[in-house]
């Protein structure tokens, strides 16, 4: 069998294919992996074995096997009408992934109006991306993810069944994450590696699909609810510092670099542990009239950092993060505690305006 490391395209517009054919060509070495068309995989394989067309078994059947290389991620348009010999569809697809365990990233113009649905619903069992976007964003984010599974499976593999102690435990060693933070991610689980008995773990199953599974848990839920880990916009609302200030002050970011999260999916956009950023705000010298993070900041040698500011009040002073909106939020003028929200997440809420407009209609 071929050991050529394949990512698969389903996309029925040509035009489309040769534009994000090569967009996301520019972010990989092609030494690393191949990028091929579905329809190009399908043509040089054994034609006449499938000359009847693109069966749910003919395609499990390629995926899970052909002449060129292992498939080692599908990436799909969710629209797939415009294919004119065959008729196949993402949820097809997204089956076939999810039984052979390939990650599979699926892109949509629609994204914007599911997005409150989508994060409801956040232990799904795809990456959702938004086609929307910059086709440079959807490219690097396509193989940054692709690089995020490949990590998590190559350090999967260092972990024999016997260390093993359950999913949280292992994902926290391939995320390096501070031992602090392990109880917390706990609160993400929500039953979502229930179905992973021991026994399944141990299993063959567990190399292929099981490295897959926490992908899309870091993903869609660690990554998606700021609370061990945190986006630009949490980590400066939670350290009360305005945010361009933090993204353009490099004296400032620098004081927390220690704090920045390295591991998959890291080079999508930059992330903090919170546990990391409370270590460090914990060497600030105490001073009279000003915060932890103030004592920090004047002891490096910044002064005068205007703070965060929360969107919904128009006044200083946030803290946390709006889920739907992406913004800096306070405490009094959001609402937390909400059911489907992971109870890690301790930075993100909904800005009271989006509740209240939003509540009635997703039975908030
Ligand atoms: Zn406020």
């Given amino acids: 069998m071929a050991s050529q490391s394949l990512i698969v395209l389903f996309e029925d517009t040509p035009k489309n294919l040769q534009r994000i054919r090569n967009g996301i060509l520019k972010f990989l070495s092609t030494s690393d992996v191949i990028l091929i068309d579905f329809l190009e995989l399908f043509n040089s394989d054994n034609q006449t074995k499938y000359k009847t067309g693109l069966s749910f078994d003919v395609v499990e059947g390629i995926l899970e096997n052909n002449a060129i290389g292992i498939v080692e991620m599908v990436i799909v348009d969710v629209d797939l009408s415009q294919y004119k010999e065959f008729s196949i ?13 390939i990650p599979i990233c699926v892109y949509s113009t629609q994204v914007d109006e599911s997005e409150i649905e989508r994060i409801k619903n956040w232990s799904e069992k795809s990456i959702i991306l938004n086609r929307n976007q910059d086709i440079t964003v959807l490219s690097k984010h396509c193989v940054a993810i692709y690089r995020g599974f490949k990590k998590i499976r190559e350090e999967f593999g260092k972990f024999t069944a016997k260390k093993f102690q359950g999913p949280i435990e292992l994902l926290a060693k391939v995320m390096d994450a501070p031992n602090s933070a392990e109880a917390q991610m706990a609160l993400y689980e929500t039953g979502y590696f229930s179905v992973f008995s021991k026994s399944v773990v141990e299993s063959e199953a567990r190399n292929r699909t099981f490295p897959i599974l926490l992908g899309y848990w870091l993903f869609n839920s660690l990554l998606r609810f700021p609370g061990v880990l945190l986006n630009d916009i949490a980590t400066a609302s939670y350290l009360n510092i305005d945010l361009e200030e933090f993204r353009r002050n490099k004296k400032v970011r620098e004081i927390f670099d220690d704090a920045m999260y390295d591991g998959p999916f890291s080079d999508i956009t930059s992330f903090w542990w919170k546990d990391r950023l409370d270590e460090r705000i914990a060497t600030a010298e105490v001073e009279k009239n000003m915060s932890d993070v103030q004592a920090l900041l004047k002891s490096e040698g910044i002064r005068q950092v205007p703070p965060a500011r929360c ?54």
């Fill in 311 to 364: 969107i919904e009040g128009e006044h200083d002073g946030a803290g946390f993060y709006c889920i739907i909106t992406k913004e800096a939020v306070c405490e009094k003028h959001s609402v937390g505690n909400i059911s489907w929200i992971p109870a890690g997440a301790v930075i993100s809420r909904i800005k009271k305006s989006k509740w209240d407009e939003l509540g009635p209609w997703f039975g908030f």
């Fill in 89 to 101: 569809n993402e949820p097809v697809i997204s089956n076939i992934c999810d039984k052979l365990g």
